[in-house]
């Protein structure tokens, strides 16, 4: 993702960091991009501050490592406030009501999800009513929950989720990514405790030989995260390969973000 100067047009806050929207131009190229400039991010007590938009980049790299392609172009470049996280920026398409791209989460009555959904958890929705929170059965989703227990997501909320009309699904905000300490919360805990799928496993053995020392791969992380960081990523995905399994809530950290949306 070849960037030039960097024009702000808007800008908006999220809980930990200054979001600015913006073009970029670079040989009478454009496009519009996120810009998250470390110099606006939130200290936060269990990441080191100023690490944010790192994270943000190693959290692309081991998406495109998997071959997946869930996390849009993402890079450090400095900017109007200084070196920050560059993105490109996603259109989702509309929901169901604008004949576009299907829902991907819902709360329904019962406690069923039905087919084609996957059950995460009980929500209040009244005082005195609760309904079930479910995601959809839906592979590209479900590669996703893999992606984020290898990256360790603590902050995998539903409008971190962006479905393209050409069918894509991609996935933003992925600054509390790879902490050494599990902090894993998401709402896509539909596949927890089940097997994982056969091209999982692939992956993440092709992941497994690529964070050897010396490889390309390790290298560019070690320029973003810390070593014992590297060390966690690859004893998590170790203990994927061991396990065969999606993992469940540990139950020692909240396991669905707050808010969920």
């Given at each position: 993702m070849a960037l030039g100067e960097?024009?702000?047009?808007?800008?908006?806050?999220?809980?930990?960091?200054?979001?600015?929207?913006?073009t970029v131009e670079y040989e009478g190229h454009s496009a519009a991009c996120v810009y998250k400039p470390v110099a606006g991010e939130r200290p936060l007590w269990d990441f080191?501050?100023?690490?944010?938009?790192?994270?943000?980049?190693?959290?692309?790299?081991?998406?495109e490592a998997t071959g997946w392609g869930l996390v849009p172009p993402t890079v450090l470049r400095d900017g109007p406030y200084?070196?920050?996280?560059?993105?490109?920026?996603?259109?989702?398409?509309?929901?169901?009501?604008?004949?576009?791209?299907?829902?991907?989460?819902?709360?329904?009555?019962?406690e069923e999800p039905g087919p084609g959904w996957k059950a995460v958890a009980f929500a209040e929705v009244d005082e005195g009513r609760t309904a079930l929170l479910v995601h959809a059965d839906?592979?590209?989703?479900?590669?996703?929950?893999?992606?984020?227990?290898?990256?360790?997501?603590?902050?995998?909320?539903?409008?971190?989720?962006?479905?393209?009309?050409?069918?894509r699904i991609y996935a933003i905000d992925h600054g509390v990514t790879f902490n050494a300490d599990d902090k894993l919360r998401t709402l896509l805990w539909g596949w927890a405790g089940e097997p994982l799928?056969?091209?999982?496993?692939?992956?993440?053995?092709?992941?497994?030989?690529?964070?050897?020392d010396g490889d390309?791969?390790?290298?560019?992380?070690?320029?973003?995260?810390?070593?014992?960081?590297?060390?966690a990523l690859r004893a998590r995905i170790a203990a994927l390969l061991r396990s065969g399994r999606h993992p469940e809530p540990s139950g020692q950290w909240p396991a669905i973000p707050w808010p969920p949306v």
């Open positions: 960097l024009t702000v047009r808007g800008r908006v806050r999220e809980a930990s960091n200054a979001v600015l929207y913006c080191p501050d100023g690490t944010l938009a790192q994270r943000e980049v190693a959290a692309y790299e081991l998406s200084g070196q920050g996280m560059c993105q490109l920026w996603i259109e989702a398409a509309p929901g169901e009501d604008g004949d576009g791209a299907p829902e991907l989460l819902a709360l329904v009555d019962g839906d592979e590209r989703l479900r590669r996703l929950a893999v992606l984020d227990a290898v990256i360790n997501n603590g902050d995998r909320k539903g409008g971190h989720l962006l479905p393209t009309a050409d069918g799928s056969d091209e999982a496993l692939t992956v993440l053995r092709g992941l497994a030989d690529r964070l050897a390309p791969l390790t290298a560019r992380l070690a320029e973003l995260i810390t070593e014992a960081e590297i060390a």
